[in-house]
T-cell receptor, first 112, second 113 residues
């Protein structure tokens, strides 16, 4: 099936540990995005990538890192520097230029 | 960064009523997108708008791309209980080759049967 896959659906980590969230798409989309969602906050852009081996910071990039080594994959690492990492993380992708974006099912990260 | 002001923040309506929500910004966008999100799930695309002044329908949903390119609205006619969810607007600005996609804070819709 074609689509955007985020895994795992739920993730628990201890405070101080880095954790990597997976996002894979088989839609041949060029651009990929990571958003963070907190209750009542909407979707805030963390990082986005328009092409392999290139990415840009979004509005809340501090404490996060990404890589784009393959077109179909855009993993997000939540580092120990992120002060409040517990949140719902959403990945999206789209073709270049003026096209719509589609989302994965999200990963709920809980740091204890 | 670019900000989208979405209103209202929440709506409580009776089944059968019409609903209207909107997004405004101080920035110009090339594309406006409207999504619906249900609890614990990723947002699902409802309508995409690509040209200033464009009016597009998808069943009971109608959305318009503002003529100034700085706003958009979404209407839902004859609401039903399954319309419950959070509705988000999103704007795509292609200026300078960037493809930054930003979102409003959402409108939470509750429909009473």
């Amino acid at each position: 099936d074609g689509g955007i896959t985020q895994s795992p659906k739920y993730l628990f980590r201890k405070e101080g540990q880095n954790v990597t969230l997976s996002c894979e798409q088989n839609l041949n989309h060029d651009a990929m995005y990571w958003y963070r969602q907190d209750p009542g906050q909407g979707l805030r852009l963390i990082y986005y990538s328009q092409i392999v081996n290139d990415f840009q910071k979004g509005d809340i990039a501090e404490g996060y890192s990404v890589s784009r080594e393959k077109k179909e994959s855009f993993p997000l690492t939540v580092t120990s520097a992120q002060k409040n990492p517990t949140a719902f993380y959403l990945c999206a992708s789209k073709w270049r230029a003026n096209t719509e974006a589609f989302f994965g099912q999200g990963t709920r990260l809980t740091v204890v | 960064g670019q900000q989208l002001n979405q209103s209202p923040q929440s709506m409580f309506i009776q089944e059968g009523e019409d609903v209207s929500m909107n997004c405004t910004s101080s920035s110009i966008f090339n594309t406006w997108l409207w999504y619906k999100q249900e609890p614990g799930e990723g947002p699902v695309l409802l309508i995409a708008l690509y040209k200033a002044g464009e009016l597009t329908s998808n069943g009971r949903l109608t959305a318009q791309f503002g003529i100034t390119r700085k706003d958009s609205f979404l209407n839902i006619s004859a609401s039903i209980p399954s319309d419950v969810g959070i509705y988000f607007c999103a704007g795509l600005n292609l200026q300078g080759g960037s493809e930054k996609l930003v979102f409003g804070k959402g409108t939470k819709l509750t429909v009473n049967p």
